[in-house]
């Protein structure tokens, strides 16, 4: 600039001066435009995530630990009723069988406009489990979260309590009842008793022909109002990340258990000992009530329990591999490793809660089979994959459950079937290729799929039951047609 002095110089120097800044205002201008439009777009992104949780279903993201502890919400509104008096029950059967049974109560004492005495437990049955309802639930969620529906009170008032020398009314009600049962023969006992005992709860509220609103009681209880208490889901939660930690996993659910073999009459692969000790078992409980059963008779009707050996070969035929890690979500099975060997060969990665977790952090779990079953429970709802070997309560409502969390995958055996293709596989009629292609074709449409439950006049403990399959809790009206397909119900006359 200093060699040529020219006037055209000296009017580019001053012009040329201001350019600098102005080119880093722009970069800045356009690096902060970048940065808000990137922000924008990220913060989109994550609430229509949110957005579509929640629209799926909020439970489904509940099944890993919350990292963040949030404050609870909001009381819901009490529910301003006349109470026509209090309903006491007492639940009977494994935990997923008294699971069910709350619901159906609950919704019973909405119905007829009762006050709700929090749920006993059995401590008399086969499991000897003395925890009571709090023990294994959430008592303060539930009696606050369904206060919107019912009120749930602790204990009866004391004026109520034999005590005082006042006699609670008892009786069972009657199994798989309608609504119209309910107010035509139960509501007019509370004219004369301010408390009614229900002694039985097991299936005693009909699976279907019950109106939607009552429907859309069960769903709250099963699905929002009955969780686990804090220590439960803390070890539920450290089993499912321990898991997840190894990779994918089959929850297996494998019921061949000493009650379970003793109850169904099932003896398939157990020596003559063995046999003897179950059937002296089944003798020595007087609500068993069957006593002789043929075992061949009836595992040919697909009404016994895989066991571990038959197991192992439908595995292998679904085309599940060695290296499938395998969660097995039971009980001491009967016949222990001896009976497992056969299973562990084919599949090395099996592992069963015992194993993950320290002596320690089980111990207080140990000797309370129901609080064991709901970490279980709670294992088999986060799994890649869920397979009972028989379709008893646990199988149901893990199903019903892992349906409403998105229909994620459960592979519901059809033991009958596989009964016939096992003899015939192992009589040499069918090689394995065959054996393998007949198992897979009988299951395509067994993993549960979007389906309508199913329902036989007049037939009602033969019809699907309602927490296997809770349509009515993740779809109504037309989205269900959409979802299900059109009809109210797959009918059997």
């Not at 001053?14 to 990137?38: G, H, Y």
């Not at 949780?53 to 609870?72: D, M």
Request: aromatic share 10%.
């Amino acid at each position: 600039m200093e060699v040529v002095r020219s006037e055209s110089g000296v009017r580019s120097e001053k012009i040329a001066a201001p350019v600098a800044p102005v080119i880093a205002r722009t970069k800045r201008l356009q690096v902060w435009f970048i940065r808000v439009c990137s922000s924008i777009l990220v913060w989109t992104c994550l609430v229509q995530l949110l957005t579509v949780g929640k629209l799926w279903h909020p439970s489904f993201i509940n099944i890993t630990a919350p990292s963040v502890k949030h404050p609870p919400p909001p009381l819901l509104p009490l529910r301003n009723y006349t109470s026509n008096g209090y309903l006491k029950v007492s639940c009977n059967g494994g935990l997923n069988q008294m699971r069910s049974a709350i619901c159906d109560m609950v919704a019973v004492a909405r119905l007829l406009n009762l006050t709700l005495v929090v749920p006993e437990l059995d401590k008399t049955s086969f499991w000897a489990d003395n925890s009571t309802f709090e023990d294994i639930f959430d008592v303060k969620h539930f009696i606050e979260s369904l206060r919107d529906e019912i009120r749930i009170v602790r204990r009866i008032p004391k004026r109520f309590s034999s005590k005082y020398g006042y006699k609670v009314f008892e009786m069972p009600p009657v199994s798989w009842s309608s609504e119209e049962y309910y107010l035509q023969q139960i509501l007019p006992l509370f004219s004369k008793q301010k408390v009614l005992h229900f002694n039985k709860t097991d299936a005693r509220l009909a699976n279907n022909r019950v109106s939607i609103d009552l429907q859309k009681v069960r769903c709250r209880v099963t699905f929002q109002a009955l969780k686990f208490t804090p220590e439960i889901e803390s070890l539920g939660y450290k089993l499912v990340h321990v898991l997840h930690e190894r990779g994918p996993f089959v929850a297996l659910h494998m019921r061949y258990e000493m009650d379970m073999l003793a109850f169904s009459g099932c003896t398939h692969g157990c020596t003559k000992e063995e046999a003897e000790e179950l059937k002296r078992l089944r003798y020595a409980y007087p609500w068993w009530r069957e006593k002789e059963i043929v075992s061949e008779e009836r595992r040919s009707k697909g009404l016994c329990p895989l066991t571990p050996e038959e197991t192992a070969l439908i595995l292998q035929a679904l085309g599940f591999d060695k290296d499938t890690q395998i969660y097995i979500a039971a009980g001491e099975i009967y016949g222990s490793e001896r009976r497992l060997a056969v299973l562990r060969a084919a599949y090395p990665r099996i592992v069963k809660k015992e194993m993950l977790l320290d002596s320690g952090e089980l111990q207080q779990f140990q000797n309370h089979s129901s609080q064991m079953a709901a970490l279980d429970f709670m294992v088999s709802l986060a799994s890649d994959t869920f397979i009972p070997t028989y379709d008893g309560n646990m199988a149901k409502v893990v199903e019903g459950h892992r349906r409403y969390l998105g229909f994620k995958k459960t592979i519901l055996l059809d033991r009958k079937r596989l009964v016939e293709f096992l003899d015939l596989h192992q009589n040499g009629t069918l090689t394995w290729n065959e054996f393998a292609f007949a198992v897979r074709s009988a299951h395509e449409k067994r993993m549960g799929q979007p389906t309508r439950r199913r329902v036989i006049a007049d037939k009602p403990k033969e019809e699907d039951y309602f927490y296997a399959n809770p349509q009515e809790c993740f779809c109504e009206g037309p989205s269900c047609d959409d979802l299900l397909g059109p009809g109210n119900s797959s009918s059997v006359p």
